[in-house]
């Protein structure tokens, strides 16, 4: 058994641990929403779950993890698997894979607008914070292939999905804020992470087997 596997079956098989892991990721949705409040009245109302990624990522996978709670008591692999949560989990996984890492991209990509010493306290919240819990997004990513399956609807869909938020953020402009302007460089960089957490998925899950119903 592997180090995550150990950690996914001790929080997510307890209901007082799923229970802690779930108020974390509700607590970070708010805290997350905080740095998009100032500029949600600039953005269409249809479109604030695309322009709050990481939030959006959040509110997925607590949707994810919240469906273990039947399963209390029970091992992860007797996780109820059906179409609707493969669609939901392969959604999530991209989400959290896909933000985690686009954060880390785009605040190195605009380096001196972020980065400074851990005790400066601007650096430490708006670079060293952010850097480390946005990378805690995959890890926490990880934990979902152990109760869940996709199909290739579930990766199809996601993918159409991450592009089309990747249009929203760089055809449209509604894009999270950033201290910066960015160039061509990180609107490519955000579609091959599309592209690379989908693929992530695929790797990752177990395929939901055809007798499921259709895809």
């Known amino acids: 058994m592997t180090t995550l596997e150990r950690y996914a079956r001790r929080y997510l098989e307890d209901g007082p641990n799923l229970a802690w892991l779930l108020a974390v990721n509700v607590l970070a949705i708010l805290v997350g929403v905080q740095f998009y409040v100032g500029t949600l009245p600039e953005v269409p109302v249809y479109l604030w779950a695309f322009y709050a990624d990481s939030p959006a990522a959040l509110f997925l996978v607590t949707l994810s993890l919240a469906t273990l709670l039947p399963n209390l008591g029970r091992p992860l692999d007797a996780a109820p698997r059906n179409r609707a949560l493969a669609y939901l989990h392969t959604l999530a996984f991209a989400w959290l894979v896909k933000y985690g890492v686009w954060t880390f991209v785009s605040l190195n990509l605009g380096f001196s607008a972020y980065f400074g010493p851990p005790w400066n306290p601007d650096a430490f919240w708006s670079y060293w914070f952010i850097v480390v819990t946005h990378l805690g997004f995959v890890v926490e990513a990880y934990l979902l292939p152990y109760f ?56 990752a899950f177990d395929r939901l087997p055809n007798t499921a119903g259709p895809e």
């Not at 592009?163 to 490519?188: F, T, V």
């Open 148 to 203: 869940g399956a996709t199909t290739r609807g579930a990766l199809a869909t996601t993918l159409v999905a991450l592009l089309a938020n990747d249009a929203i953020d760089y055809l449209l402009g509604y894009h999270p804020p950033l201290r910066y302007e960015p160039d061509l460089l990180l609107p490519a960089a955000t579609v091959a992470l599309s592209v690379l957490a989908v693929a992530g998925a695929a790797s």
